[in-house]
């Protein structure tokens, strides 16, 4: 067999005669010169990959490698002058005078490093560029930011409903498997507009210019049905109506990880730029290794973003329409999203499991640390005077729409302020009933409406509690009170309520003022 080194600039072709070859491992006085793919010492070769790693490649000969070992390889120019070392401890690279050098995977004849120096001025300016992996996140910069998360959820005692909405229709079901400590959504039967679904209360902000990287992780055909098609789905409604384009797995643009078994778990991840205008990756992780499948290129294509807004939620979802029964993973909702699905044939059989899921920003705030549009409400002038029942002192919420838009807003407590005549102990609570409320809006720039009318409460979630003497006023700091809840529109049509009930506590009635803030993160 024949293998032929690419040279480079004046650097001459070199071809070898090799028999089958076995590689123990011993790779003293291996070279690369000037741009070499492969390197020779005697009757010894091996390749570097884009991790500068040794590697098996199935190549025209019958090549192995095993038990090898990394010591100290130098990469040398075709002046023979050592230019890089790479061993344990990493690339060295001396740039001085040297001639562009340039490391290729041979299997696809792709460039996997340039490190080319260029001299201006009397000054070295070196510039290493790498190609394009997951090395790097979705804006090609190197992954060394420390991500944080904005959502994480699995299934360990229920379906987490503080975080996460079930929505059903047509008699399908989402059961918590104490078993596997996650949740089987069950189609039940073939009928069109049948759907069952796990969606996230809020949709997760997204910060231009960070990387996004959403992790979903799920069983999409749990029965085990077969015979149906693997689709990549980007939906979008930048046109007024809602537009959904799909990639068979056939139709891949990377990979079409043809051995991917639909009736197991699979971890399927989705990371982008957005900036409406940027890339999008799909894939999933094998093996420890996140395997891109298919990508989606945007700019100097559109005239328009490629969806209306970045920020959506993580959702899993089997649903029937007229011909077949869908189950999915996605980040997103019914008019924008990213996802991977399963297509079959209407079966009332169908099943899928919903695991976990996170998304992080690479190198953007947590939520409750992102800058947001501060905002106030007070009962003023008006005093609430409270008895020996607890009734509400101020509430907010999520107004239902912005600007005539559906309000997806999250809403971050800051503080609250209270004066009193007398003394009195306060509560606070999520997600309470009120009665007698008269909402108003907190203004026209903010997402927020308030209410200091009600007078009665039940249920909700005691979140907070306290004592206030007249000996102090109370400036009470909320900030993360919430901790993972957020006060959102929600997909159940309810917006999420906060309130302050008071109740006194000694023999005469306190006349309360109260005043309240928060951040409102689009």
Not at 101 to 107: K, L, M, P, R, S
Not at 144 to 149: E, L, V
Not at 357 to 368: C, D, F, L, Q, Y
Not at 436 to 442: I, T, Y
Request: hydrophobic content about 40%; proline content about 4%.
């Amino acid at each position: 067999m024949t293998l032929t080194y690419i040279g480079r600039d004046s650097v001459p072709t070199y071809t070898a005669e090799l028999a089958d070859i076995n590689l123990d491992g011993k790779i003293d006085g291996a070279n690369i010169i000037g741009g070499v793919v492969f390197i020779v010492d005697s009757a010894e070769w091996f390749i570097i990959d884009k991790n500068l790693e040794l590697q098996e490649y199935v190549l025209p000969i019958n090549l192995t490698v095993s038990d090898v070992q990394i010591g100290a390889v130098e990469i040398k120019d075709s002046l023979t002058t050592t230019r890089a070392t790479v061993g344990v401890n990493g690339l060295h690279v001396d740039v001085q005078d040297m001639p562009p050098i340039t490391i290729e995977d041979v299997a696809t004849e792709t460039t996997l490093l340039d490190v080319e120096a260029n001299q201006t001025n009397g000054n070295q300016r070196t510039q290493i560029t790498l190609d394009d992996s997951l090395s790097v996140d979705a804006f090609a910069r190197l992954r060394i930011s420390a991500p944080t998360n904005r959502f994480d959820v699995e299934f360990i005692y229920d379906k987490q409903p503080l975080i996460i909405d079930e929505v059903t229709s047509g008699g399908a079901t989402a059961t918590h498997d104490a078993n596997a400590r996650d949740v089987v959504l069950d189609i039940v039967n073939a009928t069109n507009g049948t759907s069952a679904e796990l969606i996230s209360h809020y949709n997760i902000p997204y910060t231009p210019g960070n990387s996004q990287l959403v992790e979903i992780t799920g069983n999409l055909d749990n029965s085990a049905i077969g015979g149906g098609v693997a689709q990549i789905f980007h939906r979008s409604k930048v046109s007024g109506s809602i537009v959904e384009t799909t990639y068979d797995q056939d139709d891949w643009n990377i990979s079409t990880e043809d051995d991917i078994d639909w009736s197991k778990s699979q971890i399927f991840f989705v990371d982008f730029q957005s900036l409406k205008v940027g890339r999008a990756r799909f894939g999933f992780a094998r093996n420890g290794k996140l395997m891109p499948v298919h990508q989606i290129f945007n700019d100097n294509i559109r005239a328009e973003g490629y969806w209306q807004y970045p920020s959506l939620p993580v959702r899993w979802r089997i649903y029937n329409d007229a011909t077949y029964t869908y189950s999915e993973f996605a980040y997103g909702d019914d008019e924008n999203a990213f996802g991977v699905r399963y297509r079959m044939s209407a079966n009332a059989n169908a099943t899928m499991r919903a695991i976990c899921a996170t998304v992080k920003s690479e190198g953007g705030a947590t939520i409750v640390d992102m800058p947001g549009y501060h905002f106030h409400a007070d009962r003023g002038l008006t005093a609430k005077t409270v008895g020996t029942t607890k009734v509400p002192i101020m509430s907010i919420r999520p107004k239902a729409t912005f600007n005539s838009l559906d309000n997806r807003m999250l809403i971050i407590p800051d503080a609250f302020g209270i004066a009193a005549d007398n003394p009195f102990f306060y509560e606070v609570y999520y997600r309470p009933t009120l009665t007698g409320a008269s909402w108003v809006s907190a203004g026209i720039y903010s997402g927020v409406e308030y209410d200091i009318a009600a007078t009665a409460f039940s249920g909700g979630i005691k979140i907070a509690s306290g004592y206030f003497t007249t000996e102090r006023n109370d400036n009470a700091p909320e900030h993360g009170i919430l901790q993972r809840i957020i006060l959102s529109l929600g997909r159940t049509g309810v917006s999420d309520i906060l309130s302050v009930v008071g109740v006194r506590t000694g023999t005469s009635s306190p006349d309360i003022f109260m005043t309240g803030s928060w951040n409102e993160i689009r």
